[in-house]
């Protein structure tokens, strides 16, 4: 299978163009655009009913997910998250984990697993209890909302801090906590809130808007509900 | 403090990277990330000049980052996408539309100008910001950043001003020949400048987007 990702980082979209018959693609449900008529699609709880609500309720993905098959080679499929941003494209080896933010995941080949992960009481102050954990042998797309930056801990820098808003995904070498940024009353006023304060060795990539802020914005603009 | 200005037009980011003992002060929220030798600190600059602030459209409290020990890295990045532009002080001087105010540098003093009731016109709120002393500001549109030279005379609708240099003048009128036409024509209020000197335009007007999409969601309770 080719693959190739267009128009990063504003309106991302994903092209997978089959090799052979039998190949296939999991993908979050309403994540295709377009794909060739003969592409067979299939919508199931990916790794059972157990799995699928644990994702749906923890990790912020949804119940279903469609797994697209290739019947003839050269079948192309398009597939592209919800709000604009960019994707990006990793492939797992054995041995491997990629930890990403909920609702992060678009689509991946069927050796990856997906689980989502416990993060205790700390997850629960970086909003959203659960990342999800991508394991296994295969290709990952992931996407965020603006544009990604990645920074290799470990390499160029010796750490991190990343605003939890804006914080995508990471690979398995890194670890963090959440901490409040400057004192009390920053956390109160600053507007910064919690963040992540990572260390290890990995790649950590963050998006470069948050949708929360978005919805800030947006909020005083509704209509105000009468009182009657 | 040395900036680089990543993902133009639409998702912008600055990278600033500052000497050891450096630091940048930036609007409350702007933070993506640092290295962890950057110390953050909130700050209201008093209680006066916080609240002209926070009329002024941003927030009320201003956050200082500090590299302590070596050199440091902060990215910033306004709300909604749009582009980013980093505007020299010094022997320039600019006025900036306060929503786009996103960092700047200490040497340089970003006050919040009393507009008055042609700041309030303005579409700018009533009061916005405007630069002193040298160094550096970043500033984040909505939409992408066109700066344009007026030599002589420029009309722009108030919704679609980022910044402006001092040197120009300008007073704030109708579009239209009569009030009628000019608010039938939705272009509303418009800034006359005039001199010569660049002015920042951003492409998409905050208001009309919160306009188009806010009544569509559901009705808030306050």
């Known amino acids: 299978m080719k693959q190739e990702i267009v128009n990063n980082p504003d309106f991302a979209a994903l092209r997978v163009v ?7 693609v999991i993908a979050e449900s309403g994540a295709m655009l377009a ?36 019947t ?9 998250p919800a709000a604009e941003g960019s994707i990006q494209c990793i492939e797992l080896q054995p041995g491997m984990e990629l930890f990403l933010q909920s609702g992060a995941y678009l689509a991946s080949t069927p050796g ?42 470990g390499a160029s820098y010796a750490g991190y801090i990343v605003d939890n808003t804006h914080m995508v995904a990471f690979t398995q070498g890194l670890s963090y906590d959440v901490q409040k940024v400057g004192g009390l009353k920053s956390l109160f006023f600053s507007g910064e809130g919690l963040v992540c304060n990572f260390r290890g060795q990995g ?26 | 403090m040395q900036i680089n200005l990543l993902y133009q037009p639409s998702q912008a980011l600055a990278q600033c990277w500052l000497q050891p003992g450096e630091s940048v002060l930036a609007e409350s929220g702007a933070m993506v990330g640092m290295t962890p030798n950057v110390q953050m600190q909130t700050q209201s600059g008093g209680m006066l000049k916080g609240l002209k602030r926070m009329f002024g459209g941003e927030s009320f ?36 539309q306060n929503s786009a105010y996103v960092a700047s540098t200490m040497g340089v003093d970003v006050h919040t100008k009393a507009g008055g009731m042609r700041g309030f016109f303005s579409g700018a709120g009533l009061f916005m910001l405007e630069s002193a002393g040298q160094g550096q500001i970043v500033i984040g549109a909505y939409g992408a ?43 509303g209020l418009v800034c006359h400048f005039q001199g010569q000197g660049i002015v920042y335009l951003q492409s998409r007007n905050t208001a009309e987007y919160g306009g188009a999409i806010g009544p569509m969601l559901p009705p808030r309770k306050n």
């Open chain 1, 203 to 228: 790649r950590l990539w963050m998006q470069t808007r948050n949708p929360s802020s978005l919805v800030s914005f947006l909020h005083p603009f509704r209509r105000v509900q009468s009182k009657s």
């Open chain 1, 72 to 80: 003839a080679p050269g079948q192309s499929l398009w597939l592209a």
């Open chain 2, 61 to 96: 409290f201003r956050n200082t980052f500090l590299a302590e020990g070596g050199g440091g890295e902060v990215l910033f990045a306004p709300a909604l996408c749009g582009d980013m532009a980093v505007l020299d002080c010094g022997a320039r001087q600019w006025n900036i």
């Open chain 1, 35 to 70: 794909r060739d008529t003969a592409i067979e699609m299939k919508t199931s709880l990916q790794s059972g009913i157990g799995a699928a609500m644990k994702r749906k309720l923890l990790g912020g993905e949804s119940l279903f997910q469609n797994t697209f098959t290739a």
């Open chain 2, 145 to 187: 950043l066109e700066a344009i030279q007026v030599n002589g005379d420029l009309v722009i609708d108030t919704g679609h001003i980022a910044a402006w240099e001092s040197t120009l003048t300008y007073s704030v009128g109708k579009s239209g020949s009569g009030w009628i036409a000019s608010w039938l024509s939705g272009e």
């Open chain 1, 18 to 24: 089959f090799d052979a018959p039998g190949e296939q």
């Open chain 1, 112 to 153: 990856v697993e997906l689980d989502t992960k416990w993060q205790g009481a700390k997850g629960f102050f970086a909003k959203g209890l659960f990342l999800l954990k991508a394991k296994g042998a295969g290709l990952l797309w992931f996407s965020s909302y603006g544009a990604m930056h990645a920074v290799d801990i």
